[in-house]
């Protein structure tokens, strides 16, 4: 399968905060979530991957483009569409000024494209941007991305501050827009129902390093969440602990195979015994992210 | 290039009433004092610092930072701001020229109006080109904020070193007040339009210098 986005060893250093060696790759035709919490490095590898800071290690390709900050090259630009956490455009602008500015940036700017999304999006030509809502903006934004010939769509926390009705009209939106399997959508959010909701890959991020880069479906199925006592849970090989979680009632042990899991010698006394305590439940994202940073920081 | 500057006038059209007023205002003010010179330097100060609004405008909502994901390239984006303060600046220069031509002509004695001399006028919009051409880079280093005070700065500057070296140096045979001794008026505003070249050159260079490092 190609990619339309290889990162190779990414590394960006600040005071206090470190990109280590990021890689991952995005293959076209997917979405692929970024989850993590604030400040875990989301943003930076977005903003690296567009070429908006210079990087200290590594590589990035977008598009068979190896992308450099500064660069005097933009026109792969043409081919991808971005969505920052905030409406960019100028707050004086009309929605109908955004139509002739656009086109005369990209050369590929589809006026009947952006025209059909308006309508969709019912957003007035005659408002300035400064009288949108949030969702509207949002939605001006996305309708901007994708009236051009992006191939690839990167959104930065895109979905953040909307009520759940327009996340979901916007996440309807990202679907359609790789159903043909020839474009790719690469999100992040610290909504893990987002991105569970519409991803095929999940990568998480936490303090700069990427701990987890997964399909989705192979994700859910795998990972587990075993409601036990204190005694069974150190029962269960460390091999298979992504994380614990302790309180004076019970334990919760996130496991990374629940096949193995059912398998193992333990679960299966305890089960011939009929004594079997061990509560196995489905792990969200959300749960996945909770206890890998908890892990983490322990 | 041209989608940027076209957002520009957008937004500069958004004020467009603001501006009427003020250039109303203007004429008005001239005609009760009799005196141009004031509305004259009003007007091209106007000019000079839309650039900053621009980039006011641009800057509240990253919109450089948005710029980049698109087909347009760090030196068009800031070459597009330096257009648009030759644009407007000229847009001032020639509407504070046209008005005293247009007072001057409607006015039943001309002698008794006050208004700049060509050198003097070309002087002043010199100070304002210099005064931007220092304040620009710092937009992309510091922010607009900071750079509105260096921008003020510089223009008290630029311009209080002319009057002082104009009317102290008299005194010691070097004033720039006797430049008129050596330089015919075409020749001096000819010098000024060297200066304002040469500072918005080295202005766009050291600018683009500086937003090649910045994080966006």
């Given at each position: 399968m190609e990619n339309a986005i290889i990162v190779k060893n990414l590394t960006k250093k600040y005071d206090g905060f470190q990109l280590d060696n990021v890689s991952f790759q995005i293959p076209i035709g997917s979405i692929v979530g970024l989850i993590g919490e604030n400040g875990a490095g989301k943003s930076t590898v977005i903003r690296s991957i567009l070429g908006l800071m210079p990087i200290d290690g590594g590589e990035v390709k977008v598009l068979g483009h190896n992308v450099k900050a500064g660069?005097?090259?933009?026109?792969?630009?043409?081919?991808i569409g971005v969505v920052f956490d905030?409406?960019?455009?100028?707050?004086?602008?009309k929605v109908k000024n955004i139509q002739s500015i656009m086109e005369k940036i990209y050369h590929t700017w589809d006026s009947d494209k952006f025209e059909v999304f308006l309508k969709r999006f019912e957003l007035?030509?005659?408002?300035k941007v400064k009288d949108l809502s949030k969702g509207m903006k949002m939605k001006l934004s996305i309708a901007a991305a994708l009236s051009?010939?992006?191939?690839v769509l990167i959104l930065d926390e895109?979905?953040?501050?909307?009520?759940p009705v327009v996340r979901n009209e916007i996440l309807d939106i990202f679907r359609e827009f790789i159903e043909d399997g020839a474009h790719s959508v690469f999100i992040s959010s610290h909504i893990t129902s987002d991105i569970e909701k519409i991803s095929d890959y999940i990568m998480l991020i936490h303090k700069g390093k990427l701990l987890l880069t997964e399909n989705k479906d192979e994700l859910l199925y795998n990972y587990a969440i075993v409601r036990c006592t204190k005694a069974q849970a150190e029962m269960i090989p460390e091999d298979m602990i992504v994380g614990i979680e302790k309180n004076a009632f019970e334990t919760s042990v996130l496991i990374k195979d629940k096949e193995r899991f059912k398998e193992s010698s333990f679960y299966k006394e305890e089960e011939q015994k009929g004594e079997n305590n061990f509560i196995l439940d489905r792990a969200s994202i959300e749960d996945l992210l909770l206890y890998i940073v908890k892990s983490k920081l322990s | 290039m041209k989608g940027l500057i076209l957002k520009d006038f957008y937004l500069l059209k958004s004020y467009g009433k603001q501006y009427v007023l003020i250039f109303g205002a203007m004429i008005i003010y001239a005609l009760f004092m009799r005196s141009s010179s004031f509305a004259m330097i009003y007007f091209v100060l106007m000019g000079s610092t839309v650039v900053l609004s621009s980039m006011s405008m641009d800057e509240a909502v990253s919109f450089h930072k948005f710029a980049l994901?698109?087909?347009?390239n760090l030196s068009t984006i800031i070459k597009s701001k330096y257009i648009l303060f030759l644009i407007t600046i000229g847009i001032g220069t020639a509407v504070s020229i046209l008005m005293e031509l247009v007072l001057t002509f409607v006015?039943?004695?001309?002698?008794?109006w006050i208004s700049f001399g060509r050198e003097e006028f070309a002087a002043t919009v010199t100070v304002f080109v210099l005064a931007n051409a220092i304040s620009i880079p710092f937009m992309f280093k510091l922010g607009v904020e900071k750079a509105r005070y260096i921008n003020i700065c510089s223009m008290l500057a630029v311009g209080g070193f002319l009057v002082i070296s104009a009317t102290m140096g008299d005194k010691i045979g070097?004033?720039?007040?006797?430049l008129d001794e050596i330089l015919s008026s075409n020749e001096f505003v000819g010098l000024c339009i060297a200066i304002g070249v040469i500072s918005l050159t080295v202005s766009y260079l050291v600018a683009v210098k500086i937003a090649e490092n910045k994080e966006w």
């Amino acid at each position: 399968m190609e990619n339309a986005i290889i990162v190779k060893n990414l590394t960006k250093k600040y005071d206090g905060f470190q990109l280590d060696n990021v890689s991952f790759q995005i293959p076209i035709g997917s979405i692929v979530g970024l989850i993590g919490e604030n400040g875990a490095g989301k943003s930076t590898v977005i903003r690296s991957i567009l070429g908006l800071m210079p990087i200290d290690g590594g590589e990035v390709k977008v598009l068979g483009h190896n992308v450099k900050a500064g660069e005097k090259e933009s026109s792969w630009r043409e081919q991808i569409g971005v969505v920052f956490d905030e409406c960019n455009f100028p707050h004086g602008l009309k929605v109908k000024n955004i139509q002739s500015i656009m086109e005369k940036i990209y050369h590929t700017w589809d006026s009947d494209k952006f025209e059909v999304f308006l309508k969709r999006f019912e957003l007035p030509l005659n408002k300035k941007v400064k009288d949108l809502s949030k969702g509207m903006k949002m939605k001006l934004s996305i309708a901007a991305a994708l009236s051009h010939d992006s191939r690839v769509l990167i959104l930065d926390e895109a979905t953040s501050g909307l009520d759940p009705v327009v996340r979901n009209e916007i996440l309807d939106i990202f679907r359609e827009f790789i159903e043909d399997g020839a474009h790719s959508v690469f999100i992040s959010s610290h909504i893990t129902s987002d991105i569970e909701k519409i991803s095929d890959y999940i990568m998480l991020i936490h303090k700069g390093k990427l701990l987890l880069t997964e399909n989705k479906d192979e994700l859910l199925y795998n990972y587990a969440i075993v409601r036990c006592t204190k005694a069974q849970a150190e029962m269960i090989p460390e091999d298979m602990i992504v994380g614990i979680e302790k309180n004076a009632f019970e334990t919760s042990v996130l496991i990374k195979d629940k096949e193995r899991f059912k398998e193992s010698s333990f679960y299966k006394e305890e089960e011939q015994k009929g004594e079997n305590n061990f509560i196995l439940d489905r792990a969200s994202i959300e749960d996945l992210l909770l206890y890998i940073v908890k892990s983490k920081l322990s | 290039m041209k989608g940027l500057i076209l957002k520009d006038f957008y937004l500069l059209k958004s004020y467009g009433k603001q501006y009427v007023l003020i250039f109303g205002a203007m004429i008005i003010y001239a005609l009760f004092m009799r005196s141009s010179s004031f509305a004259m330097i009003y007007f091209v100060l106007m000019g000079s610092t839309v650039v900053l609004s621009s980039m006011s405008m641009d800057e509240a909502v990253s919109f450089h930072k948005f710029a980049l994901t698109m087909p347009v390239n760090l030196s068009t984006i800031i070459k597009s701001k330096y257009i648009l303060f030759l644009i407007t600046i000229g847009i001032g220069t020639a509407v504070s020229i046209l008005m005293e031509l247009v007072l001057t002509f409607v006015s039943s004695d001309a002698r008794i109006w006050i208004s700049f001399g060509r050198e003097e006028f070309a002087a002043t919009v010199t100070v304002f080109v210099l005064a931007n051409a220092i304040s620009i880079p710092f937009m992309f280093k510091l922010g607009v904020e900071k750079a509105r005070y260096i921008n003020i700065c510089s223009m008290l500057a630029v311009g209080g070193f002319l009057v002082i070296s104009a009317t102290m140096g008299d005194k010691i045979g070097l004033s720039i007040g006797r430049l008129d001794e050596i330089l015919s008026s075409n020749e001096f505003v000819g010098l000024c339009i060297a200066i304002g070249v040469i500072s918005l050159t080295v202005s766009y260079l050291v600018a683009v210098k500086i937003a090649e490092n910045k994080e966006w």
